[in-house]
């Protein structure tokens, strides 16, 4: 085959009608591919807000408030 056979088989291989409807599906599936991706990425919801630490304040017991606690005893 000389160079022109070849250039003549590539040019009806490249715009033969199954090459040219094979290559829009895959590029309309790849479009769609993309657009769902971005979507998913743009829905995601913010994460809650965390809870405010709070310190826990012990109780104080009858005994405690009257030691008042230097250790003493009557």
């Known amino acids: ?3 022109s056979e070849i250039r ?3 040019l009806q291989v490249v715009t033969s009608w199954q090459v040219i409807i094979v290559t829009v599906a895959v590029l309309l599936y790849i479009a769609l591919l993309n657009y769902v991706t971005k979507a998913r990425r743009r829905r ?3 994460p809650p807000p965390k809870a405010a630490k709070t310190k826990a304040v012990p109780e104080t017991t ?4 009257d030691d008042s606690g230097l250790g003493l005893e009557d």
């Open 62 to 65: 009858e005994e405690q408030a």
């Open 1 to 3: 085959m000389s160079g």
């Open 44 to 46: 995601r919801a913010p």
């Open 8 to 10: 003549n088989l590539i």
